[in-house]
């Protein structure tokens, strides 16, 4: 009884995130950076999210696929970045073991998402260009719903067991966690707990992921390749290209990034490494994805904001 009571009262409720810096000038530019890129993301996210709801000539399937993609990077990038910059200014580095739990629940599920929604993503396209006429009643406006609702579910689904099992563990050692926000690795690597199986099972889901999802890329693109290079004329196979282009961007960054992350072999800077890609999978993607996405379809984006911009012109007048 005396032991449970000695461990209940070293038992931790609060963690130190420990950043990335403690040099002054590197802070200060850091919060500049991450400031200036969250509110370009934030904006470009929701300017994206406003013109789907209101502009009828961005109903299609490719559209909702993207106004959801585009709210799961607002909700991805706001589950890290605004806690991180608070703490550069204030210099806390303090967060609860309550918001820490939470910041790692919804980090991993906005990302997980997004890794179901970049497949599914990626069969639109492959509907779009190899069954063009068969394109409005496979990927209708019932199917997209299904497929966006599936893909929450699944990455809830993967998320979850490993999760209520981090719950039991205990720290009683350290409290220091060696990063800039609540990350299953270095939290795993303070417990005091036998962590054997949630580690095999964050590997075992992470896999499963990234695995499921790159085949279903994978399959896609070979099909579509395969289909347009059967095209006749070469300005039918460079407009092909162009409507899966902004795609295959934000696939090979998603992809690319966290290959780099987790197949990399181990080195002396692989925590300082890890924590530097974070920053930008975190920062850099989310404010990037909006103008990738928008480009292709400059004109229709760019009609719509035009069309806005008049409607909220004619409101103000009256």
């Not at 002396?268 to 404010?287: D, F, H, Q, W, Y």
Request: glycine share 2%.
């Amino acid at each position: 009884n005396i032991l449970i009571e000695m461990k209940n009262q070293t038992s931790i409720t609060t963690f130190i995130l420990l950043g990335l810096t403690d040099d002054i000038r590197l802070k200060i530019l850091l919060f500049i950076f991450l400031f200036l890129s969250y509110t370009v993301s934030i904006s470009g996210n929701l300017s994206i999210i406003t013109l789907t709801l209101i502009d009828s000539h961005l109903k299609t399937p490719m559209y909702l696929f993207l106004q959801n993609f585009s709210f799961l990077e607002i909700s991805f990038t706001t589950a890290c970045v605004p806690r991180f910059l608070y703490s550069i200014l204030s210099g806390d580095k303090s967060i609860t073991y309550t918001a820490c739990a939470s910041q790692l629940l919804f980090t991993d599920l906005f990302a997980v998402t997004e890794f179901f929604l970049l497949a599914i993503m990626s069969y639109d396209r492959y509907v779009a260009i190899c069954k063009p006429l068969h394109y409005t009643t496979i990927i209708s406006s019932r199917v997209c719903k299904n497929f966006i609702l599936f893909c929450w579910v699944a990455a809830l689904t993967i998320i979850l067991p490993p999760l209520i099992l981090g719950l039991e563990l205990e720290f009683c050692d350290s409290n220091i966690i060696d990063h800039f926000c609540c990350d299953a690795s270095p939290i795993l690597k303070i417990s005091c707990s036998d962590t054997w199986l949630i580690e095999q099972m964050v590997i075992v889901c992470a896999v499963l992921t990234f695995i499921i999802t790159l085949m279903c890329v994978v399959l896609s693109y070979i099909y579509i390749i395969s289909t347009i290079l059967r095209f006749p004329s070469a300005l039918q196979r460079k407009k092909a290209f162009s409507t899966c282009s902004s795609h295959m961007i934000v696939v090979s960054i998603t992809y690319g990034s966290c290959i780099f992350i987790y197949v990399k072999p181990s080195a002396k800077g692989e925590v300082a490494i890890n924590k530097g890609i974070s920053l930008l999978i975190t920062s850099i993607s989310p404010m990037l994805n909006p103008f990738i996405y928008t480009l292709r379809n400059k004109q229709q984006v760019k009609q719509a904001f035009t069309d806005l911009t008049k409607r909220i012109s004619l409101i103000s007048k009256k």
